[in-house]
């Protein structure tokens, strides 16, 4: 098992670009999850899925489209980039619920110039 | 009422020492209580995790204290080697309902040789 993947491990974007962080997993898992980390902010949810084709907005969705159309697949579009989106992106899957363990990716290292 | 409160937000320890970390919560619903470690460059990875049912729960050098009284847990972690070195997130959550995992801030933990 790979567990969780996401690709690419490093982005250096110029403002008002758009992306799509990849995040794929081969638990079975139906929920799934993006976060962000910031430095002394914790993991803050963006978006998640509690299964394929549902999704919904999380604590920071503003400029992040999600969609799920496969149980392993989750990608994060951001819209137009912006420096505020600087960060360390996540992507996380859980088996029974968005309560229980998060099984992580290595994260996506997103630079907005 | 959602937040986790963690504490401190680095932590330098000697070899051999004791880490303590500390977390607070306030929603009394919360009933799943993981602490997370992530090594520099990768994901967060679950530690150790505990229920409210008990008081406290060991694996190997790591144990989590837990008072439901005053809403409190921490981690503590004995014998702390320099592979320890990491951050450390707490977080709470609701196993049943759709409720997601909340995260404390994370405390930056450092052994020294």
């Known amino acids: 098992n790979a567990g969780v993947t996401q690709t690419p491990k490093f982005q250096v974007l110029k403002t008002g670009q758009s992306m799509t962080l990849q995040c794929a997993q081969d638990m079975n898992h139906e929920y799934m999850s993006w976060y962000r980390q910031d430095p002394g902010m914790g993991l803050r949810l963006i978006h998640y899925?509690?299964?394929?084709?549902?999704?919904d907005q999380g604590e920071v969705p503003n400029g992040y489209n999600v969609s799920r159309s496969t149980t392993e697949d989750f990608p994060l579009r951001l819209l137009s980039a912006a420096p505020s989106q600087t960060s360390v992106y996540f992507c996380?899957?859980?088996?029974?619920?968005?309560?229980?363990?998060?099984?992580f990716g290595p994260g996506t290292r997103l630079l907005v110039l | 009422q959602q937040q986790v409160k963690q504490s401190p937000q680095s932590l330098i320890v000697q070899k051999g020492g004791i880490s303590i970390i500390n977390c607070a919560y306030e929603n009394t619903a919360f009933d799943y209580f993981p602490w997370y470690q992530q090594f520099p460059g990768k994901g967060p990875a679950l530690l150790i995790a505990i229920r409210p049912d008990v008081s406290e729960k060991k694996e190997g050098r790591f144990t989590i204290s837990f008072n439901k009284s005053a809403k409190q847990f921490s981690l503590h972690i004995m014998d702390s080697q320099p592979g320890d070195s990491a951050t450390y997130f707490c977080a709470a959550s609701i196993l049943s309902g759709g409720f997601k995992t909340i995260f404390g801030a994370g405390t930056r933990l450092f052994v020294k040789a």
């Open positions: 996380a899957s859980s088996f029974k619920g968005l309560g229980e363990t998060q099984y």
């Open positions: 899925s509690v299964g394929a084709g549902i999704t």
